[in-house]
Nanobody, 117 residues
């Protein structure tokens, strides 16, 4: 059984920074082979990919966050992080961590970010 625990959300002013973390617990060695990702969902909108990172460290970013957000992982700590800089009001959303491996996908409970203008 895999459980993802997110932290780091909150309220920030436009132009500020936040760092989200997601720890994968009870995973055994699954984390190290998982593709980890952050998604976000704004009110009334679909859940969209923000960034992903493979077990080998390859990354993908949504165009809207390129150059501002950085995803990273620490396999020793079973943690994936999302450093968010130059935040904009349009970044306001619920952010979800996901883990995908061996044909299964797991989700965290989500953490909310509000960026005030």
């Amino acid at each position: 059984q895999v459980r993802l625990v997110e932290s780091g959300g909150g309220l920030v002013q436009a132009g500020g920074s936040l760092r989200l973390s997601c720890t994968c617990v009870f995973s055994g060695r699954i984390f190290s082979i998982s593709t980890m990702a952050w998604y976000r969902q704004a009110p009334g909108k679909q859940r969209d990919l923000v960034a992903s990172i493979t077990s080998g460290g390859s990354t993908i970013y949504a165009d809207s966050v390129k150059g501002r957000f950085t995803i990273s992982r620490d396999n020793a700590k079973n943690t994936v992080s999302l450093q968010m800089n130059s935040l904009e009001p349009e970044d306001t959303a619920d952010y979800y961590c996901s883990s995908r491996a061996l044909g299964s996908e797991y989700w965290g409970q989500g953490t909310h970010i509000t960026v005030s203008s």
